[in-house]
């Protein structure tokens, strides 16, 4: 009996002990309210109903107006900032930027710290069977982004939004550039990959970068924007294993759900706004608008090691003489020798691969008098022991092999073409080498752009005449030759002087 009595006073007691407990101590009270029950909001000592907030009513769009204490900053609408000033139009970064039923928001008590909406955003029009087409036509103020006060938030927004978090990278192409090796891979992700590492360069940011969070394509649908010969995806895999890639579908996804969405950290890749760069003028493509901005050395080659380790499950080193470790390749394929003297195995190298990436299955191609020559000059320097060499035909490899033959080379020559954006995986050394091979006197910056940012040296060949420019020089312009000569089927080079560079 009193065992019972005893039990009933101690339960007492200690519900008592807790009631005071949590009276006293509203943080503890606001823990408490987050799992269940009535809230308690440490600013005024009260407790807030189910239907009580700290701000009442409902904006004009029919939103829900407030938030409760139990919401993290992060939920709440803040202010957008550009961390780095936004240096190139067509990608554009900011912290904390808004997406409301497909409209991006920019919520700024000072409109002028935004770039003007063409140098951030334009939106595809559609074409005569309805399929968004890259003709863009500029962002309306009601419709791809607008940049709003705080005050205007509250109405348009509401005041809780739901966290995106990471950085996201937001690629506004279509499937007419995304479905394209070197639009993709050359344009779209090496530009975004060097502004976002440009970033570790502003004062305040915390490096090193993380990986972006997720890719978003809200103009492309389905399959189409992986390229005829089947390498963007591969490669994105490769290059961003734990990275989703998102397309229409999901953007829809986030007009459906009717709320506000904010990302964290997102960057915005808009061709046609990158094309408002007075540098697209002078080169004539996206990643123009990049080049001028300012980045780490060597930004490229993080990404570089990754994928090809994560593609060939090894990782080719080279010497700054271009020479492949032995050691650093898969043993079955070469083997360490012995030190006579010790008996100790020691590192070996080889002499640098020149790998010539051939076209003679395609368009845009030597004359055959030319490739044979080309061969010949290469072979001659291989059996001085020089160089090693290989003639490869991309498209009669397996994607692997495609890697593997240019991840272990330091020097690789072709025509101009999509082929030389393989180059994006050629180690980076003081003697890296890119021979991009042209009709006198044309001239085009495509790969020269990949070779910088790669920090590859770049040569065009005039059949007999190779043309290179230090860092911080240009070809001005561009020249597409003679009429009818940039695209034929009968390009001449030089062997022994397209040798020369190697």
């Given at each position: 009996?009193?065992?019972r ?7 007492l007691?200690?519900?008592l002990s ?10 503890i009270?606001?823990?408490?309210s ?13 407790w ?13 769009s ?41 409209t ?6 000072n ?9 951030i ?7 005569s069977?309805?399929?968004?087409h890259q003709?863009?036509?500029?962002t309306?103020k ?9 005050e ?5 927004l509401?005041?809780y939004?739901v966290?995106?978090?990471?950085t996201?990278f937001?690629?506004y ?16 992700v090496?530009?975004a ?11 305040g ?7 972006p ?10 399959r ?15 290059g961003f294993p734990s990275s ?12 459906t759900?009717n709320?506000t ?28 608008s ?10 490229w080659e993080p ?17 700054q003489?271009?020479?492949l ?5 898969p ?6 020798v ?18 010539y990436?051939?076209?003679q299955?395609?368009?845009?191609r030597l004359?055959?008098?030319s ?22 035909l991309?498209?009669k490899?397996?994607?692997?092999d ?5 991840a272990?080379?330091?020097?690789i020559?072709?025509?101009?073409g ?8 050629v180690?980076?050394?003081?003697c890296s ?20 940012n790669?920090e590859?040296k770049?040569?065009?060949?005039w059949n ?7 860092e911080g020089?240009?070809?001005?312009g ?7 000569t ?17």
């Open positions: 009996m009193w065992t009595r005893y039990q009933t006073i101690l339960l007691v200690v519900a807790l009631f005071l407990l949590l009276s006293s101590s509203p943080n009270a606001y823990r408490v987050r799992i269940s029950g009535p809230r308690f909001d440490p600013s005024t000592g009260s807030l109903s189910f239907n009580q907030g700290v701000f009442g009513g409902t904006s004009r029919g939103k829900s107006k407030w938030f409760t204490t139990h919401d993290s900053f992060d939920n709440l609408i803040s202010e957008t900032t550009t961390p780095d000033g936004s240096p190139s139009p067509g990608f554009t970064i900011f912290d904390r930027i808004y997406l409301y039923n497909g991006f928001y920019v919520v700024t008590s409109p002028d710290s935004i770039p003007d909406r063409e140098l955003l334009a939106r595809p029009t559609r074409n069977e309805g399929l968004l003709e863009e036509a500029p309306e009601a419709s791809e982004l607008q940049v709003i006060s705080p205007q938030a509250r109405d348009i509401g005041s939004a966290v995106i978090e990471g996201s937001i690629f192409d279509t499937k007419e550039f995304t479905g394209h090796y070197y639009h993709f891979w050359g344009e779209i090496l530009g990959m060097r502004i976002y590492a440009a970033l570790s360069l502003v004062p940011i915390r490096t090193p970068l993380p990986d969070a997720r890719f978003l394509m809200p103009n492309v649908e389905g189409t924007w992986r390229d005829r010969a089947g390498v963007n995806g591969p490669l994105m895999r490769a989703p890639l998102e397309l229409s579908d999901a953007w829809d996804d986030f007009i759900v709320q969405f904010v990302f964290e950290r997102a960057m915005i890749v808009s061709r046609r706004a990158a094309h408002q760069s007075p540098w697209s003028s002078e080169w004539y493509k996206m990643i123009s990049t080049m001028p901005v300012p980045v780490p050395k060597r930004f990404l570089r090691q990754r994928l090809v380790k994560n593609m060939l499950g090894y990782l080719p080193e080279l010497d003489w271009g020479r470790a032995v050691d650093s390749v043993a079955d394929t070469l083997q360490l012995e030190d006579h003297d010790d008996g100790q195995a020691y590192r070996r190298w080889l002499p640098p691969m020149v790998t990436i051939s076209r299955g395609a368009g845009r004359t055959d008098e490739h044979q020559s080309l061969i010949d000059a290469m072979r001659g320097l291989e059996s001085e022991g020089v160089i090693r060499f290989q003639a490869v991309m498209e490899l397996a994607f692997r495609q890697i593997a033959a240019v272990g080379s330091a020097a020559i072709g025509v101009h999509n082929g030389l954006t393989h180059q994006l995986w180690p980076a050394t003081p080498t890119v021979i991009e091979i042209f009709h006198r006197p044309a001239y085009v910056h495509d790969y020269e752009m990949l070779s910088r790669a590859h770049h040569y065009a060949m007999d005449t190779p043309v290179t420019y230090p020089e240009w070809y001005s561009v020249n597409y030759g003679e009429e009818g940039f695209h034929d089927n009968f390009f001449p080079v030089y062997g022994p002087a397209a040798a020369q560079p190697c």
